[in-house]
């Protein structure tokens, strides 16, 4: 088999396509080339003809970086509720019945909300020492008691629809650990690093189709190796990082630095690209700012615990 990196300079860029199912039938694809979820969202975001379909396999690929066990079926991490994500805002309850486990509430934002077959969702078990304690859970999406309401597009990446999601009395299978430390804080990470993997994959089918210098390419998969190189399969818990060492904090930081000054560097060429392909990615570039207050925040946590402060 080629490597990600031969892969990504010589296969060629599949056709575009547009529809969800057919999005995620082709990261299907890149997930039976490559068994690193960190590969197969380069190799995803590759095979994406936007980057709001680079996003779906960044995003999609962190779930299954977070919980190995997913089955191939299209996920979504319900967390944000009308109050936010903070630990302390969320009032979605999950509660043993009689019959098993059951989640009550509504999430109010949940990326791929009406197409995800298998939904994880982080609720709250009760208040111990006045903490509001939480668990995750997996759902069924097609289990009894789930009303889900698309949301409107949003201004960028409006490809990828987001839901409400209410639970009433729904069966849930509880997953261990604690729902904030072992599932929520580290994914913010974990998906920072799988969707700008996606991104340089799709940058470099732009570079390609685009006739862009073999320069811009070779940069493309440098940050491809950096990324590839960040340890988000072996988070440990330091408190106040994030879910995961200071040092991958550091880490990703960098890597997301590097990926910026690329993208400066690359601002004259997209004269030279596709008007449909330019347009979108002018619409779509603020995704990649998204969450990028809390981000920096993570990083300056990562030096003060690294500086004992």
């Not at 529809?19 to 082709?26: K, N, S």
């Not at 509001?132 to 409107?152: F, K, S, W």
Request: charged share 20%.
């Amino acid at each position: 088999m080629d490597s990600v990196f031969d892969h990504l300079i010589t296969a060629a860029p599949p056709d575009p396509i547009a529809d969800i199912g057919a999005v995620w039938a082709r990261h299907q694809e890149a997930g039976r080339l490559f068994d690193r979820t960190l590969d197969v969202a380069l190799v995803g975001g590759f095979g994406a003809d936007r980057l709001g379909f680079a996003f779906l396999s960044g995003y999609q690929e962190a779930l299954r970086s977070l919980l190995p066990g997913l089955p191939a079926e299209l996920a979504a991490l319900c967390a944000t509720e009308p109050g936010g994500a903070h630990p302390a805002q969320i009032r979605t309850t999950l509660t043993e019945a009689a019959a098993g486990w059951v989640l009550n509430g509504t999430k109010s934002f949940a990326t791929l909300g009406a197409y995800a077959r298998r939904l994880i969702v982080v609720a709250s078990v009760g208040v111990a020492d006045g903490r509001n304690r939480l668990r995750a859970a997996v759902v069924d999406a097609a289990a009894p008691g789930i009303a889900v309401t698309q949301l409107p597009p949003t201004p960028f990446a409006p490809e990828i629809p987001h839901a409400t999601v209410t639970f009433t009395d729904a069966p849930a299978q509880p997953l261990p650990g604690d729902g904030y430390a072992d599932y929520l804080k580290p994914f913010r990470t974990i998906e920072d690093a799988h969707v700008l993997a996606a991104t340089i994959g799709w940058l470099v089918r732009v570079a390609r189709e685009s006739g862009w210098p073999d320069a811009v390419t070779q940069r493309l998969l440098a940050g491809a190796a950096l990324v590839r190189g960040l340890d988000v399969d072996g988070f440990g818990r330091v408190p106040g990082v994030g879910g995961s060492t200071p040092g991958t904090h550091i880490a990703l930081g960098g890597a997301f630095e590097f990926v910026e000054r690329v993208l400066a560097e690359l601002d004259p060429l997209w004269a030279q690209v596709n008007p449909d392909i330019r347009t979108r990615w002018e619409r779509d570039r603020p995704l990649l700012a998204t969450a990028g207050r809390v981000r920096e925040q993570r990083l300056a946590a990562a030096w003060r615990a690294v500086r004992g402060e």
